[in-house]
């Protein structure tokens, strides 16, 4: 007999209640946001259970693992080439968080989008996790593969990297439930939570821009200069054109 608690991988963890809200949860966040996103290239790097990039409108989207095989922090694409790269829980599921980082800002071209979805361990779920490893035979109540990273950790690495937050905002306040009946007599506590103690939500979503030194206002000015010759459709187009 052993002493270790059984281990659930991230995608067997989705099919359960918890799991279910909280992909319902990042899906309905998603959704609003990559609507208003525009460009050519966008990428979804892991877990197909979340179809990030329905909402958008980019003609070229990939969803690594399925539309094409590759390394994370090896993809096949030339620097500065990607307007969009979605990364839900793909840092934690990393063998190399850094380098996957590394790897995105390169391929990313200046005032690309990143979007990264993580579950936060400063939470009651990220408590019950705890608690769970600390009992010889606790039951893990998250998925035990990969590595957890706090928000405001996050946050630290995008900025040594050039990428500016946009917007923020956690999710799922509800206390760590297995059941569907008790997670939805809970559900009050999200409103709660949100307004009250914002930071500790289950899961946070981040929305970051590439930022490169000088490219930001001589992007201004050509597009101030095209919105004087043509029609604000047109100059949009042929703005996107020429990047």
């Known amino acids: 007999m052993t002493d270790k608690a059984p281990s659930i991988d991230l995608a067997a963890w989705l099919q359960t209640p918890p799991g279910h809200h909280l992909l319902a949860w990042e899906q309905a966040q998603v959704d609003a946001v990559v609507t208003d996103l525009f460009g050519f290239h966008a990428l979804q790097l892991g877990l197909p259970e979340l179809d990030g990039l329905q909402a958008n409108r980019m003609p070229h989207r990939w ?28 840092l934690e599921l990393a063998p190399d968080a850094h380098a996957l980082l590394r790897e995105v800002e390169r391929v990313l071209r200046p005032e690309g989008r990143l979007i990264v979805f993580g579950l936060n361990p400063a939470s009651l779920w990220g408590l019950r996790q705890n608690l769970g490893r600390l009992r010889r035979r606790g039951e893990p109540y998250l998925p035990q593969d990969g590595d957890f990273i706090g ?9 040594l990297l050039s990428f500016d937050v946009e917007a923020a905002r956690f999710g799922i306040y509800r206390p760590p439930l297995r059941s569907e009946a008790w997670l ?27 930022r490169v030194q000088g490219m930001r206002m001589i992007g201004l000015a050509k597009n101030s200069r095209l919105a004087a010759k043509k029609a604000p459709a047109v100059a949009l187009n042929n703005h996107h054109k020429k990047e």
């Not at 999200?190 to 914002?198: H, L």
């Open 63 to 90: 969803l690594a693992g399925r539309d094409l095989l590759c390394d994370f922090d090896a993809l096949p694409f030339e620097s500065a080439s990607l307007d969009l790269v979605l990364l839900p829980h793909a």
């Open 151 to 159: 928000y405001w950790r996050l946050r630290d690495w995008l900025k």
């Open 184 to 210: 939805q007599r809970w559900r009050w506590v999200d409103g709660v939570g949100s307004r009250w103690w914002p930071v500790l939500g289950a899961v946070y979503f981040i929305q970051a821009v590439k």
